[in-house]
């Protein structure tokens, strides 16, 4: 189910992964796959890589802040929801005009976070996409994920 919030941000919240048409392109190999335990601690080498990818795709500085600060709010809602001992996986793929990022975490609820939340509000008015769901995982626990996709400052015309 996609909406579009009042600033023009595209939403989607469901608790299973969207389906696809035949239509649609594969999602693109990750360009950068980061796998850290999912605590606090390690948030800074996710934004960090946010941050570099960001500069060597040209981004604006305040394009680059927005997605840190997208990364770091994603993860964090991620970190927080975790089973013990979790990994967190976030992938990074950049494109011409904009950067896909995805990360997930097993958690031991199948809700995914609400989006009058203010995290949820911080993500929607940082990225120009982002989308949010919970798959079961392979060990019986629920993997929840979340797509978020920054665009280049030139590229949504500011």
């Known amino acids: 189910?996609?909406?579009?919030?009042v600033d023009g941000t595209e939403v989607t919240v469901s608790e299973h992964e969207p389906s696809t048409t035949t239509s649609e392109?594969?999602?693109?190999?990750?360009?950068?796959?980061?796998?850290?335990?999912a605590a606090p601690a390690h948030l800074s080498v996710v934004r960090a890589v946010a941050a570099d990818l960001a500069m060597r795709a040209d981004?604006?500085?305040?394009?680059?802040?927005?997605?840190?600060m997208a990364v770091d709010e994603a993860c964090s809602e991620l970190i927080?929801?975790?089973?013990?001992?979790?990994?967190?996986?976030?992938r990074f793929t950049v494109e011409d005009e904009q950067i896909h990022f995805s990360a997930e975490a097993p958690t031991g609820s199948a809700v995914p976070p609400s989006r009058e939340s203010f995290g949820w509000r911080v993500l929607t008015a940082l990225t120009d996409?982002?989308?949010?769901?919970?798959?079961?995982?392979?060990?019986?626990s629920q993997v929840l994920r979340f797509d978020l996709v920054k665009k280049r400052a030139d590229v949504v015309g500011l």
């Open 1 to 5: 189910m996609a909406e579009v919030d």
């Open 25 to 37: 392109k594969p999602a693109p190999a990750a360009d950068v796959e980061v796998r850290i335990a």
């Open 129 to 140: 996409a982002v989308s949010t769901w919970v798959v079961p995982g392979g060990d019986g």
């Open 80 to 90: 927080s929801r975790a089973v013990a001992d979790a990994d967190l996986v976030c």
């Open 59 to 68: 981004f604006t500085l305040d394009a680059i802040s927005d997605l840190k």
